[in-house]
């Protein structure tokens, strides 16, 4: 069963305007992690943020924020003021067994100027 | 720098040929796994380990074997039974103890059949 969902294969967004990246998980463990990374067209993995499932507040990072709706099993990624380099594909993880990640299958950034 | 080093970074294989990639981590991190990922879609576990000498099956193990002889190193070996063997294959570490310590991935090998 797909653990996690990413609806939005790809997305533009205006320079320095805010974009939202959606991510949809399935667990029954009520201990789990999840994690967003930015893969460049280089190919390397870059981590951005963490949210734990007992974390009572989103997450921030500088320009990231993760909005987190454990209801509704919802960790959606939001990238404030985009710049050109923030061009990438990001994708959403999770943990909730034996230190495994699951991921999505990414959406594709593309910042305009 | 601490880091994950995999090499080599682009590699060709021949038909029936095997190929290991080289994955070394001076992170002191306990966990270490395989990805593949292929052009347009997210990663898949190809094997994990916890600990040195013991490893486990990922979600893609078939054609595919590793090893963990020591912390720092977890090599991944590409069998000829890998009938389709091109793809991004990245290698991450995670301290094994604190479950919202981030993956570190290395910058991957690129593989291809001849």
């Known amino acids: 069963a797909q653990k996690i969902t990413q609806t939005q294969p790809g997305m533009f967004v205006q320079e320095k305007e805010a974009v939202t990246l959606d991510c949809t998980y399935d667990?029954?463990?009520?201990?789990?992690?999840l994690f967003w990374y930015k893969q460049p067209s280089s190919g390397e993995m870059i981590f951005l943020i963490y949210q734990g499932s007992y974390d009572q507040q989103n997450a921030t990072e500088g320009r990231y924020s993760l909005n987190f709706q454990k209801a509704r099993k919802s960790a959606n990624l939001v990238i404030s003021a985009s710049q050109l380099g923030d061009s990438a594909m990001y994708f959403c993880?999770?943990?909730?067994?034996?230190?495994?990640?699951?991921f999505g299958a990414g959406t594709t950034v593309t910042v305009r100027a | 720098d601490g880091g994950i080093t995999q090499s080599p970074k682009y590699l060709f294989r021949k038909e029936g040929q095997n190929v290991t990639l080289s994955c070394e981590q001076n992170?002191?991190?306990?966990?270490m796994y395989w990805y593949r990922q292929d052009p347009g879609q997210g990663l898949r576990l190809i094997y994990y380990s916890q600990i040195v000498n013991d490893f486990q099956k990922g979600d893609i193990a078939e054609g595919y074997s590793v090893s963990r002889e020591k912390k720092e190193s977890f090599p991944l070996t590409v069998t000829s039974a890998q009938k389709n063997p091109t793809a991004f294959y990245l290698c991450?570490?995670?301290?094994?103890?604190?479950?919202?310590?981030?993956?570190?991935f290395g910058d991957g090998t690129r593989l291809s059949i001849l």
């Open positions: 993880a999770m943990r909730d067994d034996d230190y495994k990640l699951s």
């Open positions: 992170l002191n991190h306990d966990a």
């Open positions: 991450a570490s995670a301290s094994g103890d604190r479950a919202h310590q981030p993956q570190h």
């Open positions: 667990t029954s463990d009520p201990s789990y992690g």
